[in-house]
């Protein structure tokens, strides 16, 4: 017998309903906020992901099933949504906003435990080329995610929506050095990826799951320090939006996603019994940035991805 490649998994019965169950609520919800389905490549250039979700992200370094074709061009197996519908509505040179949704497999490399496979599956929804200083959008994406998970987690399931704001490029800049200067104090305590990290992106170093750089990133220097006045507006607002619609909310200062193309709003969703993001629900935030880095013009981007496998268990 042949058997089936490890963290890859058969739904059948019970478990497949279930997935069902889950997808067509997400379907529902998307459309309710009127985005529409767009149904994204499975293999793409690795180039695409290189270039947007970070050469050192744990992602990029460790997690992708990459291979060369036959004619020695470099591909991946998709292991995140974003990239491709924003590259998607760059190729497609749209002038006006665009609602998306998605539901697909994504492919990552890790170590199978519960609720994370190496084929799992996400859905998400983006908006793409909204007002510059509107955080209408923004918002709509929380209530979206909000809605999903209130029609389809076990009603005894308590979550939370735990929220930062990562400023701007320039804002992280000024913010980067400080980090750097204090992770350099405490080098001898940092793992290994984290040491590598230092000098190229010291803000992935906030996003470790290795406990002693857990411990050490407690006492480090805040964003919220660095803002700009207008992220911080921004962020004020959409806390009071939070507040105002008795969405659960906690503001985490070192919240930064594992991502390098968010700027400003980041979000994960965590059960109130959460260890951390390595339990979220789901997540996302902002990608101003994004749509320059594929070659396309400055496109106000936000956006949220859903972990299926992890809402499936609470159940």
């Not at 906020?33 to 050192?56: A, M, Q, S």
């Not at 990562?166 to 290994?192: C, H, M, P, Q, V």
């Not at 407690?218 to 962020?235: T, V």
């Amino acid at each position: 017998m042949v058997d089936s490649v490890r963290g890859i998994r058969v739904l059948d019965g019970e478990e497949a309903n279930k997935y069902l169950e889950i997808i067509n609520i997400f379907h529902n919800v998307a459309q309710k906020y009127d985005c529409r389905y767009i149904k994204l490549p499975t293999i793409e250039k690795d180039e695409l992901f290189t270039r947007t979700v970070g050469e050192n992200t744990d992602i990029v370094t460790k997690q992708m099933f990459s291979f060369a074709d036959k004619k020695g061009r470099n591909l991946v197996l998709r292991p995140e949504g974003t990239a491709g519908v924003v590259r998607h509505h760059v190729e497609m040179n749209y002038n006006n906003m665009n609602k998306y949704y998605y539901s697909d497999q994504m492919f990552r490399y890790e170590r199978p435990q519960k609720g994370r496979y190496r084929e799992f599956h996400q859905v998400g929804a983006e908006i793409i080329g909204y007002e510059t200083g509107s955080v209408l959008e923004i918002f709509s994406i929380l209530q979206l995610s909000n809605d999903f998970l209130e029609n389809c987690v076990p009603t005894n399931t308590k979550y939370r929506f735990e929220i930062n704001s990562i400023g701007s490029s320039d804002d992280r800049k000024n913010y980067n050095k400080e980090l750097t200067a204090y992770f350099k104090k405490n080098i001898t305590k940092l793992s290994d990826d984290s040491v590598n990290r230092l000098d190229k992106n010291p803000l992935r170093i906030l996003d470790s799951k290795d406990k002693n750089d857990i411990t050490i990133s407690k006492d480090a220097p805040k964003i919220s320090e660095y803002r700009s006045d207008e992220s911080n507006k921004q962020f004020s607002e959409l806390t009071q939006k939070l507040k105002d619609s008795k969405i659960p909310y906690l503001e985490n200062p070192h919240l930064v996603r594992g991502l390098d193309y968010y700027n400003d709003f980041t979000f994960e969703i965590v059960p109130e019994n959460s260890k951390g993001s390595q339990d979220a629900l789901g997540g996302g935030g902002q990608y101003d940035d994004l749509s320059n880095l594929l070659g396309g013009k400055e496109i106000n981007g936000v956006g949220v991805a859903f972990g299926v496998d992890r809402i499936m268990e609470l159940s």
